[in-house]
């Protein structure tokens, strides 16, 4: 995954698909990101969570809840920081603008 630019704003790559249950770190550790998160099959038990270790489970930001096709989450990620979504069925994209 490339760091580009999006207006004056590095973007980290195209949208990627998130893998349930598995941590993401971006590739630069040293700048803070706005992380957008968006559905693309619905599910159930959807929830992201984050933190500053590869289980990232500090911070809860969606709880346990139904996605639809097209809702949208816009995350805060710290530098170096770790995220993960669960989720029944659900397929989340996400991609990565520095803040």
Same mark, same amino acid.
């Given at each position: ?9 590095? &973007?980290?790559?195209? +949208? ?6 598995? $941590?993401?770190? &971006?590739? =630069?550790?040293?700048? =803070? ?8 099959? $619905? ?6 969570? &984050? ?26 990620? +710290? ?16 991609? $990565?603008?520095?803040?």
């Amino acid at each position: 995954m490339g760091v580009g630019l999006y207006g004056n704003r590095s &973007l980290i790559g195209t +949208p990627v698909v998130l893998v349930s249950a598995s $941590a993401v770190q &971006l590739q =630069d550790l040293s700048t =803070d990101y706005y992380v957008y998160f968006n559905v693309t099959t $619905a599910g159930t038990a959807t929830s992201i969570t &984050l933190g500053p270790t590869a289980s990232a489970n500090l911070l809860t930001v969606a709880a346990s809840s139904t996605a639809t096709v097209g809702q949208l989450y816009t995350v805060f990620v +710290p530098a170096g920081w770790y995220f993960k979504f669960t989720g029944t069925t659900t397929v989340m994209q996400y991609t $990565a603008v520095a803040a």
